[in-house]
């Protein structure tokens, strides 16, 4: 191919040509010193913490904002729009929202009072209040992978806000250092206390505590408690709750200290070779009541297969890994699963050599579903590759591809979700679009989620009926 000519006529050469070593250094700046990332780190928090704001309130407090009767009606009550406003007018108890004429705008909390009004009074068939068996606990969700930038925490976060627009009670646990998630859902955490940290020191002091009542009987010095240990011994899961803008969604969130936790949780390994470091999470939501008071737990993860993810994916009763269609991303993702083998299948292989030598029943892993699922993904350009990942993948993948969109990229930009994003910004079907990326990802994910609850009710009924 020839070169396009330059105004002289002649073909331009590459800019990395020519280029002269004195003037390039005076284009540079006195070398950088430690102090110097600190600066930039200063100015990174000024600037992170001034588009944050753009998602919220004017007194920087974030707001959930109110929902019309179109979308009452297309998608979260299923009813018609005339057949509401005569039921609202029938029961002057009832929220009646907010605006003249027939569009009205309600909160989500008003929302919420509806769905169990219909639930109560409407036709018996239609699907008012999401499905949770009774007496079950929630399902904990991991969304992992550890190769960044394939929508981890936008997933997770979506995910999070479709369950609580479907009428779910969702606790969402921030386990990346770097907090977006948190950002998202307007948390505020001062230091690494506030984080699940002390969930993981807890853990250790309560397997510690446990260790020296042995070694007391035994006539044996006890091992010593330092002041991290000793005030995490003090800290419970519901301290670390926090609320956010949503009524129905609760954080523990995070922030840079946790990721402390991937250097501290390997000393308290050494020190004590018995403790099972990869159970402290899920004893803690146990222990907390966690799992009795909430119907969804999402985890969302560090691009990392740390310590901090390997505590997520044992807690975890559903495995989401969201992928692009690219081979880098595809092969990347293999590796992870290999990771998780290796990690896994390790962890067994130790515990079960001592527990069979000690007459003890072998501890297994298991999950009760894994898909894998492609994000960011554009048709015109990766359906191909898309459809080479499915047939690999096979049973793990789910089958909606999560399309990128302008509304998508807009939403991102506010530090918002999109179904918090009020349609009146975008053109209706710029919107329906857009909304309909993350209602089919949660369509899916429900449908694992039903599907696994649904099989863990059968079964509890045949151990019932066995005994």
Not at 143 to 154: C, E, I, L, M, Y
Not at 193 to 209: C, E, I, N, S
């Amino acid at each position: 191919m020839a070169k396009k000519p330059g105004l002289s006529g002649k073909p331009e050469i590459p800019p990395y040509f020519n280029i002269d070593p004195e003037t390039a250094a005076g284009k540079l700046a006195d070398p950088i010193d430690t102090a110097r990332f600190a600066k930039a780190a200063a100015f990174a928090t000024r600037g992170r913490d001034d588009l944050a704001r753009r998602g919220y309130a004017p007194d920087g407090a974030k707001r959930l904002r109110k929902f019309s009767t179109w979308e009452v009606c297309r998608y979260l009550i299923p009813v018609n729009s005339a057949h509401l406003r005569r039921v609202l007018r029938q029961n002057p108890e009832l929220p009646q929202g907010e605006g003249e004429g027939g569009s009205k705008w309600f909160t989500l909390e008003e929302i919420l009072r509806l769905r169990d009004f219909f639930a109560k009074e409407g036709v018996k068939d239609r699907d008012y209040r999401a499905w949770r068996p009774e007496g079950l606990p929630a399902k904990v969700v991991a969304v992992a992978n550890f190769k960044g930038g394939v929508g981890k925490t936008s997933t997770c976060a979506h995910l999070a806000m479709s369950a609580a627009l479907d009428g779910y009670k969702v606790l969402v646990i921030d386990l990346d250092s770097q907090g977006s998630m948190t950002s998202i859902m307007g948390g505020k955490v001062e230091d690494e206390w506030q984080t699940v940290f002390p969930l993981l020191a807890r853990d250790y002091a309560l397997h510690l505590t446990e260790e020296n009542r042995v070694r007391e009987a035994e006539g044996l010095t006890p091992f010593q408690f330092d002041e991290t240990l000793t005030e995490a011994l003090e800290v419970s899961p519901r301290n670390l709750v926090q609320k956010t803008h949503w009524p129905n969604i609760d954080l523990i969130g995070a922030q840079l200290n946790l990721y402390w936790a991937e250097f501290q949780v390997p000393v308290w390994r050494m020190q004590m070779r018995s403790w099972p470091l990869w159970n402290s999470l899920l004893n803690a939501l146990e222990e907390g009541g966690m799992l009795d008071e909430y119907d969804i737990v999402l985890l969302d993860t560090p691009p990392a297969l740390g310590y901090l993810t390997i505590n997520a994916l044992t807690a975890a009763d559903i495995l989401l890994v969201p992928l692009g269609a690219s081979f880098l991303e595809f092969d990347s993702t293999g590796r992870f699963f290999d990771m998780i083998y290796s990690t896994f299948a390790s962890i067994e292989e130790g515990e079960n050599r001592l527990r069979r030598a000690e007459g003890l029943d072998e501890v297994r892993f298991e999950w009760d579903a894994v898909r894998a699922m492609v994000t960011r993904f554009d048709a015109n350009q990766q359906t191909d590759l898309a459809n080479v990942i499915q047939a690999y993948f096979g049973d793990f993948m789910t089958t909606y591809r999560q399309e990128m969109t302008a509304m998508v990229g807009q939403a991102g930009e506010q530090v918002s979700g999109i179904y918090e994003t009020d349609y009146r910004d975008f053109n209706r079907e710029t919107y329906v679009r857009g909304r309909e990326t993350f209602d089919r990802t949660w369509a899916e994910v429900k449908e694992v989620i039903l599907g696994t609850w649904w099989r863990d009710q059968q079964m509890a009924k045949a151990e019932q009926e066995d005994k």
